[in-house]
């Protein structure tokens, strides 16, 4: 499942640089997460990195996007061979 960046951010810009994907970017209010990039850092930490440094806890899993640790490693090595 991707995760989904919630109405509560308060742009203070820690999330976008953290993620190894580059599926978080500037929306028009506020951040957001591509569901398409987003593996919830499978493949690169133990745990997802935007939510260990959001400081008013506004990131949560995507209910509209939900996807098995194997669905996100798959897209994570799809991604990471695009890539290279």
């Not at 970017?25 to 398409?36: F, H, K, L, T």
């Not at 997802?48 to 490693?73: A, G, R």
Request: hydrophobic letters at 25%; aromatic letters at 6%.
């Amino acid at each position: 499942m991707s995760l989904l960046i919630t109405d509560e951010c308060i742009n203070c810009d820690v999330c976008e640089p953290e993620c190894p994907n580059g599926a978080i970017s500037q929306g028009e209010e506020i951040y957001v997460i591509d569901p398409n990039l987003c593996t919830e850092c499978v493949g690169h930490y133990d745990t997802s990195q935007c939510v260990e440094v959001c400081p008013v806890d506004c990131i949560i899993k995507n209910p509209d996007h939900e996807e098995s640790y194997e669905e996100l490693y798959t897209k994570y090595n799809q991604i990471t061979q695009q890539a290279g």
